[in-house]
């Protein structure tokens, strides 16, 4: 348990460094581009009040906008929402005060907008961006300098977009193959299981057919020795014969242990699956009794909890993640919960149906039910016999 802790602690902490490294830089570039633009504006002749303030109440928009969008506890729409309101107040800052360096602002926000867009929509955006920035700039720098400008912020955006995507791809690639390797892991850990109940089968066997025939056969051999001797010579054989039956009973004992065994531990296994999840806190609380000895049922659970874990993490935007593993009217019963968003009705995915499957392979059942605005899902598989 207290490495259980370490683990959620060290996931928090590394999620707060992943966060607070673009939150900061957001705060520097932001401070930097609205720093020099009201100085531009202070020193500009004649009465610049009015602009000034305009401009300070425009980049505070700017900036809550940017805060609010890279918050991924935020609701979706809300965050889109705030999105777009950097475009929109950098383009009328530009507007009201002509400075040149202004077109910064939109390098972050086209940043951040990979988060939200596909690559071929990102291009779009780039292209309606720049002619925005152009047609800002007509007016006051004409239909000339106002391209060159566009066209070298442009660069400057599509510089940003390219690494900015680069580092998405490869984040994803990264997170797919930690996820992987869990999933490796996991299925490792269930096979090593199986194999050393097939091996305590075995031996069982070869104990009770072996060891515990030739006990038996040296038993009745004593018996009938005993029969046929007389005075000390009888007593030994006695004592052996009685040695021999207790060896037999230890035998049969033994025999009897290896084959009740039979338990597979699906706990290390789903530990493990579910280990260092990357953005998600991951909670898991098994039944002490469950005993699973049916290598089916354990892999089908196994792949239940990673894509009900995978849906938490990519579609419903969760931060806590809760499994329940227990059994009980001669079935087991699987329940993962979480603290995420499903927006709308539930829209089952092949991740969903190919759950539904596994389970119906094994005549059991599947139940999705939101509790608010979270998804509870509950698998419950019967046991053999």
Same mark, same amino acid.
């Given at each position: 348990?207290?490495?259980?802790?370490?683990?959620?602690?060290?996931?928090?902490?590394?999620?707060? /460094?992943?966060?607070?490294?673009?939150?900061?830089?957001?705060?520097?570039?932001?401070?930097?581009?609205?720093?020099?633009?009201?100085?531009?504006?202070?020193? /500009?002749?004649?009465? *610049?009040?009015? =602009?000034?303030?305009?401009?300070?109440?425009?980049?505070?928009?700017? =900036?809550?906008?940017?805060?609010?969008?890279?918050?991924?506890?935020?609701? %979706?729409?809300?965050?889109?929402?705030?999105?777009?309101?950097?475009?929109?107040?950098?383009?009328?800052?530009?507007? &009201?005060?002509?400075?040149?360096?202004? +077109?910064?602002?939109?390098?972050?926000?086209?940043?951040?907008?990979?988060?939200?867009?596909? +690559?071929?929509?990102?291009?779009? @955006? &780039?292209?309606?961006?720049?002619?925005?920035?152009?047609?800002?700039?007509?007016?006051?720098?004409?239909?000339?300098?106002?391209?060159? $400008?566009?066209?070298?912020?442009?660069?400057?955006? !599509?510089?940003?977009?390219?690494?900015?995507?680069?580092?998405?791809?490869?984040?994803?690639? /990264?997170?797919?193959?930690?996820?992987?390797?869990?999933?490796?892991?996991?299925? $490792?850990? #269930? #096979?090593?299981?199986?194999?050393? $109940?097939?091996?305590?089968?075995?031996?069982?066997?070869? @104990?009770?057919?072996?060891?515990?025939?030739? &006990?038996?056969? @040296?038993?009745?051999?004593?018996?009938?020795?005993?029969?046929?001797?007389?005075?000390?010579?009888?007593? %030994?054989?006695?004592?052996?014969?009685?040695?021999?039956?207790? @060896?037999?009973?230890?035998?049969?004992?033994?025999?009897?242990?290896?084959?009740?065994? %039979?338990?597979?531990?699906?706990?290390?296994?789903?530990? !493990?699956?579910?280990?260092?999840?990357?953005? =998600?806190?991951? $909670? *898991?609380?098994?039944?002490?009794?469950?005993?699973?000895?049916?290598?089916?049922?354990?892999?089908? =659970?196994? /792949?239940?909890?990673?894509?009900?874990?995978?849906?938490?993490?990519?579609?419903?935007?969760?931060?806590?993640?809760?499994?329940?593993?227990?059994?009980?009217?001669?079935?087991?019963?699987?329940?993962?919960?979480?603290?995420?968003?499903?927006?709308?009705?539930?829209?089952?995915?092949?991740?969903?149906?190919?759950?539904?499957?596994?389970?119906?392979? #094994?005549?059991?059942? !599947?139940?999705?039910?939101?509790?608010?605005?979270?998804?509870?899902?509950?698998?419950?598989?019967? &046991? +053999?016999?």
């Amino acid at each position: 348990m207290a490495d259980a802790g370490r683990s959620r602690h060290n996931r928090r902490m590394s999620h707060d /460094r992943e966060d607070t490294l673009p939150t900061a830089a957001a705060w520097i570039t932001w401070g930097a581009v609205t720093g020099f633009a009201l100085f531009v504006i202070a020193i /500009r002749p004649g009465e *610049v009040l009015p =602009l000034f303030w305009g401009t300070a109440i425009l980049a505070l928009l700017n =900036l809550g906008g940017t805060l609010l969008a890279g918050q991924d506890s935020a609701p %979706k729409m809300l965050r889109l929402a705030a999105l777009w309101t950097q475009p929109a107040s950098a383009l009328a800052i530009g507007a &009201l005060t002509n400075v040149s360096f202004v +077109p910064i602002y939109t390098i972050i926000w086209i940043v951040m907008a990979t988060d939200f867009y596909s +690559p071929r929509t990102l291009w779009w @955006l &780039l292209a309606g961006l720049m002619l925005g920035w152009f047609a800002v700039y007509v007016p006051a720098d004409g239909y000339v300098n106002a391209a060159i $400008q566009a066209t070298l912020f442009g660069t400057f955006h !599509l510089f940003a977009l390219l690494t900015a995507r680069s580092a998405v791809e490869a984040d994803a690639a /990264r997170r797919e193959v930690e996820s992987l390797n869990r999933e490796l892991l996991a299925t $490792q850990q #269930l #096979l090593a299981e199986a194999s050393r $109940q097939g091996e305590r089968t075995r031996i069982a066997r070869e @104990l009770h057919d072996l060891l515990g025939h030739h &006990l038996t056969a @040296l038993s009745l051999n004593l018996q009938i020795a005993e029969r046929t001797s007389e005075g000390q010579t009888r007593e %030994k054989i006695g004592e052996c014969r009685a040695l021999a039956r207790l @060896l037999l009973s230890d035998v049969r004992e033994a025999v009897s242990t290896l084959r009740d065994d %039979k338990s597979l531990d699906l706990e290390a296994a789903i530990r !493990l699956l579910v280990g260092r999840t990357p953005q =998600l806190d991951v $909670q *898991v609380d098994i039944e002490d009794a469950l005993e699973i000895d049916d290598v089916g049922i354990a892999q089908t =659970l196994l /792949r239940c909890v990673q894509e009900a874990v995978t849906n938490s993490l990519r579609h419903a935007g969760a931060r806590e993640c809760r499994i329940r593993i227990w059994q009980g009217d001669g079935a087991v019963h699987l329940e993962v919960s979480d603290d995420g968003r499903v927006q709308g009705e539930i829209v089952e995915g092949n991740g969903l149906a190919g759950m539904r499957e596994r389970l119906q392979a #094994l005549r059991g059942t !599947l139940q999705l039910e939101l509790t608010g605005e979270a998804l509870r899902l509950h698998a419950r598989v019967p &046991l +053999p016999g």
